[in-house]
């Protein structure tokens, strides 16, 4: 109950970040932007993922293929989705609705696996292995 309660909170956290204000425009690039919905698959959802090491963040692209993975304190690492394309990332420029100094980017998922991302950071620090 507590771990649903916490993976709603983190997806809701994760949400407010994108929530651009007034006259705030994305930049043309799509990066510090919401995904357009030409990005992302049918069945597919954006999904936040708030990285533990905001500078992994800051080294992804718009589409980048990557794995979530989530350090559980009490066992080994362990697999959350894989084959996520990258859908936005931090504006470098600050200027987006986010910064580089948050961790966060978005991701082309279904909804099984938003589910399985946003309980993924109740559990411990998500990180992610860049497809070459």
Known sequence: ????????????LGLTALVQTPGQQPSPNGSGAAPSPAALLDGQLAVPVRLADPAVAA???PGDVVDV????????????????????VPDAEGSGPWTQ?????MVAATEDEALALA???ARGPVTVAVHP
Do not use: I
Not at 1 to 12: D, G, H, I, K
Not at 73 to 85: C, E, H, N, Y
Not at 101 to 105: C, E, I, R, S
């Open 59 to 61: 080294m992804l692209t």
């Open 119 to 121: 309980g993924a950071s």
């Open 101 to 105: 100094t948050d961790g966060l980017v």
């Open 69 to 88: 993975m989530v350090a559980d304190q009490r066992s080994a690492a362990r697999l959350v989705a894989a084959d996520l394309t990258v859908t936005a």
């Open 1 to 12: 109950m507590v771990s649903a309660a916490l993976a709603f909170v983190a997806v809701l």
